[in-house]
């Protein structure tokens, strides 16, 4: 003898209703994907076009995408779309993401508190923000000989907000870094001004290049080839003025959520 099992019509429609949010949520999934991939190659080819104009190639910019608050999976997508560098704004959101997201190079590019120094080293192969004598003494005491490759980051808008050294002082702490630590300080990394002109972002970004040439000259056994500068909006002034890394996030993973435009 058969038995019917009788469906209630709310649980009928429970059901169907769980069903199309798979299936809402699967082609959501499936359009940020295409997005990210499309992101990743208008800004492959925004560098191209700022590089030729600038005489310069491509090969000679890292292109850092940034991921705050973007899930390990997308970051995947974007890996998969031919990202290799990947910059975090905070160490403790970079751990699942450095586990998650195989063959990436992961750059700090937000602050860093000396209490996080030891897993700074652990997770990045570069870290953006050294903007004091105390955090490049703590990196030193905390990195057991291993290495550990550095930016300072520089402040050229006088904005407390964004953090970094000012260069009245740049040349007192990378002579510490050169003289009472072994480690290796690759160059420099700014903010420019967020409503600035062209005219002014240009300045803020030829002002840096300055600088790191300076320091070569003072500092001939660090490499300070860096210059860690230009965002989503100004990147191509940066290339121009001569940027070899650029942080981009939100033309390839979209606005982040209560983001203001950047």
């Known amino acids: 003898m058969t038995t019917t099992k009788w469906i209630s019509r709310r649980s009928f429609a429970d059901a169907l209703t769980r069903t199309n949010t798979k299936l809402a949520n699967s082609k959501i999934d499936t359009i940020r994907e295409d997005a990210v991939a499309a992101g990743v190659r208008s800004v492959r080819s925004r560098i191209e076009t700022a590089c030729t104009e600038s005489k310069r190639t491509p090969d000679e910019v890292t292109l850092v995408a940034v991921t705050k608050t973007v899930p390990a999976p997308i970051v995947n997508v974007g890996r998969d779309a031919g990202l290799s560098h990947f910059g975090e704004n905070r160490v403790q959101d970079a751990e699942n993401k450095v ?13 860093l508190q000396r209490n996080k120094a030891r897993q700074a080293i652990d997770l990045f192969s570069l870290i953006h923000s050294v903007d004091s004598i105390r955090l490049a003494h703590r990196l030193e005491f905390v990195r ?7 930016l300072i980051q520089v402040n050229l808008t006088d904005s ?9 002082e740049l040349t007192h702490l990378a002579t510490v ?3 009472e630590t072994s480690l290796e300080l690759r160059g420099l ?3 420019a001004p967020i409503n600035g002109s062209q005219a002014t972002l240009r300045a803020c970004f030829g002002e840096l ?9 003072t500092l001939p056994n660090q490499p300070l080839r860096e210059l860690s500068m230009g965002m989503t909006n ?10 070899t890394i650029i942080r981009v996030g939100r033309a390839i993973f979209g606005h982040r959520p209560q983001e203001s435009p950047r």
């Open 99 to 111: 586990r998650s997201v195989a063959g990436g190079h992961w750059h700090l590019v937000g602050q």
């Open 144 to 150: 057991a000989n291993e290495e550990c490759a550095v």
């Open 160 to 168: 407390e907000s964004q953090g970094g050294i000012s260069p009245n």
């Open 177 to 179: 870094i050169d003289q």
């Open 189 to 191: 990394m700014t903010i």
């Open 209 to 217: 290049r300055k600088l790191r040439d300076g320091l070569r000259k």
């Open 234 to 243: 100004d990147f191509e002034l940066a290339i121009t003025e001569g940027a």
